[in-house]
């Protein structure tokens, strides 16, 4: 455990740190001058700094910290550390519909699909509110969401058992990457940055709800309001990530976690480091995949699992 | 006075022609592309791109030939002399190919449209149909390829050649049996349908294609049972792995009930040369596999 202001300190540094090493590697090496020159038009890395590898990491940050709020959200109402966006539903349901999209409209544009994978994370999320309604305990909503996650999961399989055709790129998206991602796609993420202060705003009240239902009650909480608020924001923050990335597994349940083991379960720090620890990790791993065999791009969501996968193992057995 | 502004105009007139007359117009996937110069330095970001290149003696500086040089068929290799690799056909690197900095880039509409801005802020970028494309589609992008990068005419020799050389080969075979081909890798054989690239190259040597029953789909995964439904009088097949389905397959009882069995017409092609490549050289490739097939 180390206090948080070194913590935010400390991060703040490595961020800086990792998005210049971001910047200036890739399939091409850059030394740090033509980075900084890579900012004006009339140099000849404009379109690999200003156009390609600043949106990207940019890209990286917010997604990997809107990630791992909507992970400390789902985290703090399950009150389970095991819990992540993924048993919502929403990255399988905003999946389902991507590739549904893919193999029965082959000819029809890829640039609609942020919009349908929007569309059927939110759906997902709608989906699963009417079965549980807001009164229902956390676990129920938590094994309900499971369900139709894996409900979900399996007709992705079927779709692409019956149309292997497309299998190629629906796989490559399914994977989550940040690949082919610019300026556009961080300009449409901007309008839900707005859930980020909403949901820093709901730390106290998870405290409360983190004592129990009858004590958050008797501290003047209303319980079930600020599940349905959480949960809410949770699933937007993950829908329209997901929608711009595809699937990236695993890093809202990690980075939440591993904050947790930094400095602690107090709300109103956990909230804010986890955006950090979310962002570092996913500028992490989109480095690691565009760098390890370039000039192939591995997908940023494979990076992310083959991290996430072996943690959540060594998490389940040291629980015990 | 005016005699000297008269001048003027002609010199002006004389400097601004030729660039004129290179300007050329072409439909793409995105509609109207037009290009003013003559490019010299070409990314294409399929093979069959690199192909129609290397059919009017141009070589692209890159190509994304997911980091396997071996995947560009050796006639196209011979041509075109070396390049670099822009990394995988589905996720090519962007940076790679500013880095080469290329005036033309040639897309394929099916893989590359989310990116279609980010490649015109590196250079112009045609956009043709690559990955569901028939045989005519082929010869059609390559006849728009010719004219972009100015050598229409050579271009539309190169054509003429290869329906001339495509000619000659159909004459040597007069069998009136139906074919089939597919790739096979180590859990599924993928029939390629009527719809096919594949289909079409063996339709323009005139013979005839095995039905499948698939509508509007160029692939079909089958099992053993679905094949012996097909039931072609030739199989040709390109495999991919070693051991593969077939392998179990050639243990079972249907196996030797399949027509193509049976009469010792089974066969085995390079899957990249008949599945990947698609262009004027791999068909005249699978032209000259199919009359090796035939005459042997």
Redo the contacts between chains.
Sequence with gaps: MITPSRFFLFSTLLLVFLALTSLSFGAVSLSFLDVINGFFEDSEHYFTIHEYRLPRTLLAIVVGAMMALSGALVQGVIRNPLASPDVLGVSHGAGLAAVLYMTFLPDASTNWLPEVALVGGLLAAIVLWLLCGTSSSAIKLAITGVAMAALYGSAIDFVLLVKPLEVNNALLWLTGSLWGRGWPQLTSLLPWLLLIPLGLGLAKHLNLIDLGDDSAVCLGTKPNIIRLISLATAVGLTASCVAICGPIGFLGLIAPHLTRRLIGGRHQVLLPATLFVGALLLVIADLVARTINPPIELPAGLMTAIIGAPYFLWLLFSLR | MLRSFKLLCLSVLIFALPSLASAVDVEDEKGTFSIEYTPKRIVVLELSFADALAAVGLGPIGIAD??EKSRVLPAVREAIGDWT????R???????I??L?PDLIIADI??H???Y??LK??APTLMLRSR?ETYEDNLAAAAIIGKVVNKNEAMQARLAKHHELMQSYKQTLTVSASFQFGVVNSD?L?LHTEDSYAAGVIKAMGLENAKTGAKD???L?VSLEQLLGVNPDYLIVGEYTQPNALSNWKKEPLWKILKSVKNDHISYVNPNTWSRCRGIMAAEQMAQDLVKILTI
């Design positions: 997911d980091k690799s822009v990394g995988m589905s996720q090519p690197s962007l940076e790679v500013a880095s900095k099916g893989r449209e989310a990116v801005e980010d802020k590196i569901t599924l993928y789909k160029a692939y995964p």
